[in-house]
């Protein structure tokens, strides 16, 4: 079984940078999806970018192109999040997740793609 731990949030002023990981350990599979997504109270998770290990295609939320960029580092199995150029809007408790198979320009952005999530890290970004 696939564990995710987040970590990396904090706080920031706009326009400064933070890097979130995803440290995944337990059983994982050659070829599967794996996201960052963000909340904030009252609303629902959303899809902030994703992408294919083992395969193509790498995805980004609009309100994120050019700003995050998501990657991973294969020997230490863990994903990350570059954030640059952080805005107040990206407040909010950032997930990792991983989903079996690949994710498609019509399902990355779902939660019910994803069966395995993290705790959660708290990115804060004041005006």
């Known amino acids: 079984q696939v564990r995710l731990m987040e970590s990396g949030g904090g706080s920031v002023q706009a326009g400064g940078s933070l890097k979130l990981s995803c440290s995944a350990s337990?059983?994982?599979?050659?070829?599967?999806?794996m996201g960052w997504f963000r909340q904030v109270p009252e609303k629902e998770r959303e899809g902030v970018a994703s992408?294919?290990?083992?395969?193509?295609?790498?995805y980004y939320a609009d309100s994120v192109k050019g700003r995050f960029t998501i990657s991973r580092d294969n020997a230490e199995n863990t994903i990350y999040l570059q954030m640059d150029n952080l805005k107040p809007e990206d407040t909010g408790m950032y997930y990792c997740?991983?989903?079996?198979?690949?994710?498609?320009?019509?399902?990355?952005?779902?939660?019910?793609?994803?069966?395995?999530w993290g705790q959660g890290t708290q990115v804060t970004v004041s005006s």
């Open positions: 992408f294919n290990v083992g395969g193509p295609n790498t």
């Open positions: 997740a991983t989903a079996p198979g690949w994710c498609y320009g019509s399902t990355w952005y779902r939660t019910a793609t994803y069966n395995r």
């Open positions: 337990g059983a994982t599979l050659s070829r599967y999806c």
